[in-house]
């Protein structure tokens, strides 16, 4: 089965306004990008070996306009769907373009996988640091925080300052 997908490249509105509110601003942001640098490709592209670029084209749209929120698994999928399409696409047109929003995009999204383990123990690590009267445990916890969490832990230092 072909797939084809019809662009009206020179309206970006559409892109601009799409967010996707579970998702961090940076990603967000990638995303539209790589959905307006696909619009470029397709538009140089008439048929050619596009399939898997409009399949993930679609599931980045679905992904900003449906406000769908990822789970870890979703965003590792991500990750590798990303990675796979810009090293298995070939004889196309441009292909070039989407290299470096590749980079960031799943830079992004690892930044995204990140925001969904590390509060969690982020805010268990802090909890133990405020309930605990030893004082070697909280220098440990304290270097654990600095080494694991520095921004994290600097953004905690100046809030409790303030």
Do not use: C
């Not at 409009?54 to 599931?59: E, L």
């Not at 679905?62 to 870890?72: A, G, Q």
């Not at 605990?132 to 953004?155: A, H, P």
């Amino acid at each position: 089965m072909k797939l084809k997908k019809k662009l009206e490249i020179i309206e970006i509105d559409d892109i601009l306004t799409v967010n996707n509110s579970y998702l961090s601003d940076n990603l967000n942001h990638y995303m539209k990008s790589m959905l307006f640098n696909l619009r470029i490709i397709f538009r140089h592209n008439i048929d050619d070996n596009l399939e898997d670029l409009i399949k993930f084209y679609y599931k980045i749209e679905d992904i900003l306009t449906k406000n769908i929120k990822l789970e870890n698994e979703d965003i590792k999928k991500l990750i590798t769907q990303t990675t796979k399409i810009t090293l298995n696409t070939t004889n196309v047109h441009g292909i070039s373009i989407i290299y470096e929003n590749t980079a960031k995009l799943i830079d992004a999204l690892y930044n995204e996988l990140k925001t969904h383990t590390h509060p969690v123990a982020f805010n268990e690590l802090i909890n133990i640091l405020n309930n605990t009267t030893d004082e070697n445990t909280k220098i440990s916890i304290i270097k654990l925080l600095e080494s694991n969490f520095t921004l994290e832990y600097q953004q905690y230092l100046a809030r409790i300052n303030l």
